[in-house]
């Protein structure tokens, strides 16, 4: 009965040996599957919230304030293009975009775009309609979306910047944060998505370690074209600002501390806009508890919560005249006017709502005269860079002058 577990000579030997050389070349092949990395979600550090952890930036950017005059419309739409956010956290799930045209779970592409059941985002990882289905999520992406839009909570003192506007969730980075020199088509697929599903706003809280290709820059050339703010990060490494944030359609994003200095690990460079509180942010990781992590990439979403607010007052606004307004309405710090760490300085909410009376204003130049006409016959309603127009069901879009 026992005989066949028996063993004589050199046999258990033999089989060690198999065994190694099966896990070495199960794990060559894991090498030549996975591309070189090529980027990674731009934060610094995590950690579990401490008690008494404090959402400081809300006080520092003013936006308690700012509430006062409008906490968001869910008409303005952020897109978040990062590792993909936990749709099931309480204080985010009312906060997700809807796409009213998609009937999900029905397994038909009902509003023809090209994606299946994409209710509030898509997979572009899994390549399916849910970032909370398949590979599981890292943090980053839930942790930027709960700082641009998640309600308030009195207890804690978390919540978004604005708590009212809509997350379209894009997930792009994989389970550890990352991407590979096989991913540039995904990005740029992603940026598409949100520019032409109707964001408002693209949160880019990523970096890339290398130069991307000219079809990832062609896809933020569109987004600009089409109005569309991108937002995007200094970088961590406390040296030149690197990819995205180098590219002119970037709004490069740095990072402050609770004290308002510029984070020790901010880039720097005339690429830099703003800064905006980036030490010790607290904000929510998948599953709904709190954390604080530190980072450009927890900025940048200080920035597009503010201009998504912006938004929520005057949809008319151009991006000229959105990105204008952010910039004059900073509290300069450092070295007089802007500077190569902190930009035109530290995002003021409250402030940036009070200007947009200011940038109201139409300058009649940056009117070119296929538009003019356009508002001649009634059929836009016009800003400098954009005009919008309502559709039938109500809803209003914008489009570039340049199309
Ligand atoms: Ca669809
Ligand atoms: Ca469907
Ligand atoms: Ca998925
Ligand atoms: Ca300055």
Known sequence: MNKRIKFSGKQPEKIIVAVLALVISLSLIQINIYPPVAG???????????SGATRWGLEKIKAKDA???????????????????DRSIPALKNRMWKNSDEVPGDG????????????????FRDGDSLSNSGRSLHYHGTFVGGLVSSSYDRNTGSGGVAPHVSIMDLRFLDSAGRFFTSDWRKLADAIDYAVDNGADIINLSIYANITPPELVHDALERAESEGVLVVGIAGNSGKRVGYFGKWEEVFTVGSIDKSGRVSN????????????????VLSYRPGGNLATGSGTSFAAPH???????ILSRNSDIGLSQLKRTLRKSARDIGRSGKDQSSGYGIIDTNRSLGKITEADQIE?????????EKIKEGEFSRSPESVTFEAPGGRTFRTSLDI
Do not use: H, M
């Not at 690990?265 to 005339?270: I, R």
């Not at 920035?303 to 607010?309: D, E, I, K, S, Y």
């Open 40 to 50: 990674r979600a731009g934060a610094s550090s995590v950690s579990s919230a401490s």
């Open 265 to 280: 690990f901010s880039n720097y460079g005339s690429e830099v806009e703003l800064v905006a509180p980036g030490n010790d």
């Open 364 to 372: 009649p130049a940056e009117v070119n005269t296929k538009t003019k």
């Open 303 to 309: 920035v597009a919560g503010t201009a998504a607010l």
């Open 108 to 123: 038909i592409d009902n509003d023809n775009n090209g994606y299946v059941d994409d209710l509030s985002g898509w997979d």
């Open 67 to 85: 509430w006062k005059i409008t906490q968001g419309s869910d008409e303005v739409v952020v897109a978040v293009i990062d590792s993909g956010i």
